[in-house]
């Protein structure tokens, strides 16, 4: 892997405010706040958290689908948000999302072919006749499909088909980085097996890097070479590797809960109790003080900063 990391991301913020009316002041939440790593290039991250922690929002944000509120995205040395908007389209052939529903991700009205080739529309880069049936067959080998499917439409496909159909359109402008937004949720579970094998066999034979979101910690661990755990929009910690000893008691309570297939191997599961803070009126030390069984005084007044070591937590009391 080369030196310097494929993507950067630097304090990235996203603010949203809400409606407001006669007798309801407007009020600001921030979905993601603060957030900084970066992605080695090769290197599969992992970023999980329970739903509404901020994954969806930061995956859009890394892409400049949503655009920041503070913060930088530097990807290949160029910052995404000083980017015009004729640049910024051409960046995006080197970047690419596959979506969590291959339901709604597939225009029901457009024939596989159709839709594995759209980037091309979309960017301005025409093909022949030839050349699109050519191009189409070569991605659905790519993601294991049938070339005969290219005539067929999305309803008439599996919602593993889809998926596959949704990995080869990410990958018909020949990105070196896609983002993963949960892209087995919503597929069963010897599906998803098989979709996680086919995501490390493109990694490994076409380089990719990957930014791997997802709830499912065991999946991530097992998935990725790294994992970014964020609680409240915010990054509270990263494991250098998949399985490294947990130091963020968040972190220990969501590996606490993956259940192991093996009825030896299981534990008792300590329950986290407290609500989740409102992203309306954050708390004014940790967010995750409220539910922590080690919180104390310094925790419920000074939010803990990430540290900077190679295993990054932001605790004022970690576990070794």
């Known amino acids: 892997m080369s030196e310097l990391p494929l993507l950067r991301v630097e304090n990235l913020t996203r603010e949203f405010t809400s409606s407001g009316g006669l007798f309801r002041p407007r009020k600001r939440m921030r979905a993601v706040e603060n957030v900084s790593f970066d992605l080695p290039r090769g290197s599969v991250t992992g970023v999980v958290g329970e739903s509404g922690c901020g994954k969806s929002t930061l995956a859009r944000l890394v ?37 969590q529903d291959p339901y709604s991700a597939i225009d029901p009205r457009f024939t596989i072919a159709r839709a594995v080739l759209e980037p091309f529309q979309v960017q301005g880069l025409p093909l022949t006749t030839a050349d699109q049936a050519e191009k189409a067959a070569d991605l659905l080998r790519m993601v294991g499909l049938d070339p005969a499917l290219a005539g067929k439409y999305p309803h008439q496909l599996s919602g593993g088909q889809k998926q596959r159909v949704g990995i080869a359109r990410a990958l018909a402008l020949e990105p070196n980085f896609l983002v993963l937004d949960e892209p ?137």
């Open 63 to 99: 892409l400049r689908l949503l655009d920041a509120t503070e913060g930088r995205v530097i990807f290949q040395g160029e910052d995404l948000g000083r980017l015009p908007p004729l640049a910024l389209r051409r960046t995006r052939r080197r970047m690419q999302m596959v979506f």
């Open 184 to 320: 087995t949720a919503s597929l069963d579970v010897s599906i998803q097996a098989q979709i996680i094998a086919l995501l490390e066999e493109l990694r490994d034979r076409l380089g990719l890097t990957y930014l791997f979101i997802s709830h499912d910690l065991g999946l991530v661990r097992y998935a990725c070479d790294r994992v970014i755990v964020m609680y409240l929009g915010s990054i509270v910690e990263i494991l250098p590797t998949a399985h490294a000893a947990p130091r963020h008691p968040y972190t220990k309570a969501l590996i606490d809960s993956s259940f192991a297939p093996d009825p030896t191997q299981r534990k008792p599961i300590t329950r986290l109790s407290g609500e989740i803070p409102s992203a309306y009126q954050r708390p004014l030390g940790c967010a995750f003080a409220a539910r922590c069984p080690s919180a104390s005084n310094l925790c419920r007044s000074t939010r803990p900063a990430l540290s900077q070591s190679p295993h990054a937590v932001a605790c004022h009391h970690p576990h070794d």
